[in-house]
């Protein structure tokens, strides 16, 4: 059941313009669970409202790309976007996914078993 | 300092970022038709408040949902709602809830790179919906188990006859689960956990009678 659909504020502002008519962020390395740290030694002054956005909700912690654009309400795809940029201007690092090829997925598999038993 | 998990620690307010210490995370999709449970299922398992990520349908995507026999729900969604399950100090876990529909997105294509697995929720009032996505995944390759959902009032019926409608392959794993409770839906995503950890090492597997 979903709860009842709050509509949430879409902004006046399309996406495009969030993203300077880019659809492609400048590097292709976000997976929705890529982890993001924000850098405190950047200056926020000179970034569009969006990336300074972004980058507040950043510093308080570490965040996955997902979760950054439940939190913002913007779609994934301009999220990669601004973090595109942001990694490139040193204001944020990433934790990439392990790639699947090199996941020792056995280990991994039982580290989320005794996980998730251990929460019954 | 021994790891908490979010859900047990004392404050009552929710963690918003990972603990520094978090070096891996994976997801698992949980998937099924539309009105099928997977925003509940999500928010019983979730230490933080599921989110929600919207993203632009494809002409070619976007389908009509079929409102018939499900009440109360008015609202169509082409989103996706997440949650996330910090399941040790290094490692978290998301899930992600989406329908079928949403494979000509982008974001269908990111939920479904590196995923471990999918848990298909199902409801016996419309078992023949799950079709879609079961061949969804299969054409991705991405393994998955069956969790019947059960609503109020839905006809229950025995798991072979269950099993017989869906076509599923004798090794897929099949249960109920209440997606309104947390170790209900704990209990299915084990089920799939185990069932992807004997696929990926059955050398090492002594005895699964």
Redesign the interface.
């Known amino acids: 059941m979903t709860p009842p659909a709050s509509r949430r504020d879409k902004g006046l502002v399309r996406p495009y313009v969030v993203t300077e008519g880019r659809s492609h962020p400048t590097r292709n390395t976000f997976d929705l669970v890529t982890l993001v740290m924000a850098h405190d030694d950047r200056p926020l002054g000179g970034l569009s409202p969006e990336k300074r956005a972004l980058m507040e909700l950043c510093l308080g912690g570490a965040l996955s790309v997902a979760e950054i654009a439940g939190h913002l309400v913007l779609p994934v795809s301009v999220v990669k976007v601004l973090l595109g940029d942001l990694v490139d201007s040193g204001h944020l690092s990433t934790r990439a996914p392990i790639p699947s090829a090199q996941l020792p997925e056995a280990q991994i598999l039982q580290e989320v078993l005794d996980g998730l038993r251990a929460r019954l | 300092m021994d790891f908490v998990?979010a859900?047990e620690r004392a404050s009552g307010a929710e963690d918003?970022?990972?603990p520094?210490t978090?070096?891996?995370?994976?997801?698992i999709l949980v998937v099924g038709h539309f009105?099928v449970?997977k925003?509940?299922f999500v928010?019983s398992l979730s230490e933080?408040r599921p989110?929600?990520?919207?993203?632009?349908m494809t002409q070619a995507g976007a389908l009509v949902d079929d409102l018939a026999g499900i009440d109360?729900?008015t609202?169509t969604?082409v989103a996706?709602?997440?949650g996330?399950?910090t399941?040790?100090e290094s490692?978290?876990?998301?899930l992600?809830g989406a329908p079928g529909q949403q494979r000509f997105t982008?974001?269908w294509q990111?939920?479904t790179?590196?995923a471990?697995g999918a848990l298909v929720l199902a409801d016996t009032r419309r078992l023949e919906q799950s079709f879609e996505v079961m061949g969804l995944l299969e054409e991705h390759g991405l393994p998955y188990a069956v969790a019947v959902n059960h609503f109020d009032g839905a006809p229950v019926h025995p798991e072979e006859e269950i099993r017989e409608a869906l076509d599923l392959l004798p090794e897929t794993p099949l249960v109920t689960c209440d997606a309104r409770d947390?170790?209900s839906s704990?209990?299915a995503?084990?089920t799939l956990?185990?069932y992807?950890?004997k696929r990926?090492?059955p050398e090492?597997v002594q005895e699964y009678v």
């Open positions: 998990p859900s918003l970022y990972l520094r978090v070096r891996t995370a994976v997801k009105a449970g925003t509940t928010g933080i989110l929600r990520t919207e993203e632009t109360g729900k609202t969604t996706m709602d997440f996330r399950l399941l040790s490692l978290v876990l998301y992600f982008r974001l990111d939920m790179q590196g471990l947390r170790a704990t209990r995503l084990i956990v185990e992807l950890s990926t090492a090492t």
